[in-house]
């Protein structure tokens, strides 16, 4: 099986090889399954597969449990004995330990190497997805990123963007004329999600230097591919950061590597954890574009699969990309859990040795029922299969195991310190500084040298006079009753229309009287 990983044993006594061919992995897969029922343990055994065949993985590590990746098993674990025997049990003879070689990455910095990208590689769809917008707030960021780039105004972190706004705000009148409607209430909601992100650690996504891709796709000397793993555990309490920022790198890759066709093996494999978060409450738009993404990105050899709980958490379209399927059990509690484990079956070639609706109820944990994809790209048969054990340990490593990980990590200092060159804030400070001090500079030369006639009045005026300015109004006297300012208001009627009506009334009674 040089040509394929695999998965465990299906048929009859879970006798027959169960395998995923390397050739159609870029042709993406699902991974589903109610909690507890082995979801996680599956992604381990094929990260540690698709890395022992040379291939680069990236996935989420959302519960911590996935670090052990970097670690090997040992035989004094409590489940060694289970372990070998369902080895035996399903012909995988050449099961050992042996962990994998591990990159770890959080994009807070603490648990792994600091992941940044900058606002302007985010661009204003992934951004406003990220913030929640409207689409009026929606048009005015596109508005920011279009005068971005004609005022050679470089984004790269949270503060150049909120300096941009401001300065989007301070000239809306003109702006207006030119792209719409530039309200202040919008920029002003835009600046207050800004806030919020920046308070839920997002600002540290965004800045220099930012995240290589070809630091994702690396191999060890001996060939293995590296598993990046990504700290997730803290960034699920932020599930719009945590899928915007995974749909960047997705749409990243598919904009920067080139295209391979069909290849042997693919370049990368993508593992999207928890994937219902890319697409609650998403719009349209974000959908096509990662039913796009999903279509286009297979001829750059890289495979996407998602991992969920229920298959229906994925929209039809996208889930009808995704070729090899690993389904664990599904609960069937409510109505709608029975539809939707209909609805999982349907979506199997049907094995006649069972119900395919039945077996997805009924398998225990650490089963599943798969279907991969056979020759010429065609479904396989839905089995129901036992699958294999892990090689690396199961469950996370220590804190401190993690920390002496990265202290030798090829990637140790390249992201670790911040930097933060000159940039739309710098800029728009340096204008606003500008500007101050030639106003200053013009205040302080009309005071030293007035015009001729302030020089001429200045000199000629008597010590109680006053200075009339040069508007056409006459200069008002105080009021000094309640009479005058009654008076007044009655003059200011009569010059109006309704006192125009007035005395036109009076007069057309005169002429009429005669």
């Given at each position: 099986m040089q040509d394929k990983l695999f998965i465990g044993g299906g048929g009859e006594n879970y006798a027959d090889p169960q395998a995923l061919t390397l050739k159609y992995a870029n042709r993406h897969g699902l991974i589903a399954g109610a909690t507890g029922t082995g979801k996680t343990v599956t992604l381990q055994i094929l990260a540690e597969s698709f890395s022992n065949a040379g291939v680069p993985v990236i996935l989420s590590d959302v519960k911590g449990d996935l670090s052990g990746l970097a670690k090997s098993g040992s035989a004094?674990?409590?489940?060694h004995d289970a372990f070998t025997s369902r080895a035996d049990k399903i012909g995988f003879g050449?099961?050992?330990?042996h962990a994998c070689p591990v990159t770890f990455w959080d994009l807070y910095g603490q648990q792994g190497h600091p992941v940044r990208t900058t606002v302007a590689e985010m661009g204003p769809l992934l951004l406003a997805r990220l913030l929640e917008l409207s689409e009026a707030q929606e048009g005015i960021l596109n508005i920011a990123f279009r005068l971005a780039d004609e005022e050679g105004l470089a984004l790269l972190d949270l503060k150049d963007l909120q300096a941009l706004l401001v300065w989007v705000g301070e000239n809306r009148a003109q702006l207006s004329l030119r792209y719409g409607n530039v309200s202040t209430a919008s920029i002003g909601a835009?600046?207050?999600r800004l806030l919020v992100l920046e308070n839920q650690g997002g600002a540290q996504l965004f800045g220099e230097p930012a995240l290589d891709l070809a630091d994702l796709m690396r191999c060890t000397a001996d060939g293995q591919g590296m598993v990046n793993i990504l700290a997730a555990d803290k960034l699920m309490a932020a599930p719009g950061l945590y899928a915007t920022f995974l749909l960047w790198l997705?749409?990243?890759?598919?904009?920067?590597?080139?295209?391979?066709g069909d290849p042997d093996k693919p370049k990368l494999v993508f593992f999207f954890d928890e994937a219902h978060l890319l697409f609650d409450d998403a719009p349209k738009a974000l959908i096509d574009k990662v039913e796009q993404v999903a279509r286009l990105i297979r001829s750059k050899g890289v495979g996407i699969y998602f991992i969920t709980q229920n298959p229906a958490d994925v929209p039809e379209d996208i889930l009808g990309q995704l070729g090899n399927r690993i389904q664990h059990a599904l609960r069937a509690f409510t109505a709608r859990d029975r539809r939707n484990l209909r609805m999982a079956a349907e979506t199997y070639r049907e094995n006649p040795r069972f119900s395919t609706e039945?077996?997805?109820?009924?398998?225990?944990?650490?089963?599943?029922?798969?279907?991969?994809?056979?020759?010429?790209?065609?479904?396989?048969?839905?089995?129901?299969?036992l699958i294999?054990?892990?090689s690396s340990q199961l469950g996370p490593i220590t804190a401190a195991e993690r920390a002496a990980f990265l202290q030798t990590s090829d990637m140790a200092g390249k992201y670790d310190q911040a930097q933060d060159r000159r940039s739309a804030y710098e800029i728009l400070a340096e204008r606003a500084a500008k500007a101050a001090a030639e106003a200053e500079v013009a205040e302080e030369a009309a005071e030293i040298a007035p015009e001729p006639m302030a020089r001429e009045y200045n000199a000629g005026r008597r010590y109680s006079g006053s200075r009339v300015s040069r508007s056409s109004s006459r200069r008002m006297k105080p009021r000094d009753s309640f009479a005058s300012a009654m008076s007044e208001a009655v003059i200011k009627e009569l010059k109006g229309t309704t006192g125009r009506r007035l005395v036109r009334g009076i007069l057309g009674g005169l002429f009429k009287g005669r």
């Open positions: 004094t674990h409590k489940l050449d099961y050992s330990y835009i600046q207050r997705l749409s990243e890759l598919f904009e920067e590597l080139p295209e391979v039945e077996a997805i109820r009924e398998v225990g944990v650490g089963e599943a029922v798969t279907s991969m994809l056979q020759k010429k790209g065609i479904p396989g048969v839905v089995e129901r299969t294999r054990p892990p």
